[in-house]
């Protein structure tokens, strides 16, 4: 069974990764009030209650509160996609995917994962590969869904390795084989990319 955990590939992040995730979130505070974050950051760093309930703060934090009022920074995340963040091209995907402030649509989230995933964000190669795995805004392509599983599985992105050796089993050599060509393409296509940006 493919498996596909929250926007960022897992629920078990750090604290210091889910405070990165923050930002990404809601980049502009305009929605969540600088003192709420500031109030959960402090609960999560005081809390003495164990790993258990720092999860729980971080979850609001990093997965619930920013979409509490995910339609009022729409607008915010829509500009810094277009202008080709890929931290917020996969955050609009993921809001289209699941209708959150956008009405739900698969095309359109096929669309701003691959924009994320071209650019080299593993977790939006890892929505892409989902998509194509389950026909979501895509025709069904287990081959496509291995060729992004496997760039994202690169990064060392858990939930990429479980479904691309998911996927590998539904695939003959031969589009095995082809697929792997095309990952290892693309791979360089995106490293090259890169480059030329640094």
Do not use: C
């Not at 890929?86 to 955050?91: E, M």
């Not at 287990?142 to 599983?149: G, Q």
């Not at 994202?152 to 095995?176: C, F, M, W």
């Amino acid at each position: 069974m493919i498996s596909k955990r929250a926007i960022d590939g897992g629920f078990y992040l750090s604290k210091e990764k889910g405070l990165q995730r923050l930002t990404a979130f809601a980049p502009n505070h305009a929605s969540h009030p600088p003192l709420v974050y500031n109030e959960l950051k402090h609960r999560i760093n005081a809390t003495r209650q164990g790993t258990a309930m720092k999860r729980i703060l971080l979850l609001y934090l990093v997965f619930l509160a920013p979409f509490v009022s995910a339609a009022q920074d729409i607008d915010e995340t829509i500009r810094a996609a277009e202008s080709g963040d890929p931290i917020a091209q996969n955050i609009l995907g993921n809001r289209y995917d699941n209708g959150l402030g956008v009405p739900q649509d698969y095309t359109e989230a096929v669309k701003w994962y691959r924009k994320a995933a071209e650019q080299g964000h593993a977790s939006a190669q890892f929505n892409l590969g989902f998509m194509y795995a389950n026909g979501q805004g895509v025709p069904q392509n287990y081959s496509d869904a291995y060729v992004w599983f496997s760039l994202a599985a690169a990064t060392g992105h858990e939930d990429a390795i479980y479904n691309r050796d998911v996927v590998v089993k539904k695939l003959s050599p031969q589009d095995l084989s082809a697929a792997q060509q095309r990952a290892a393409k693309l791979f360089e296509e995106i490293e090259a990319r890169k480059a030329a940006q640094e």
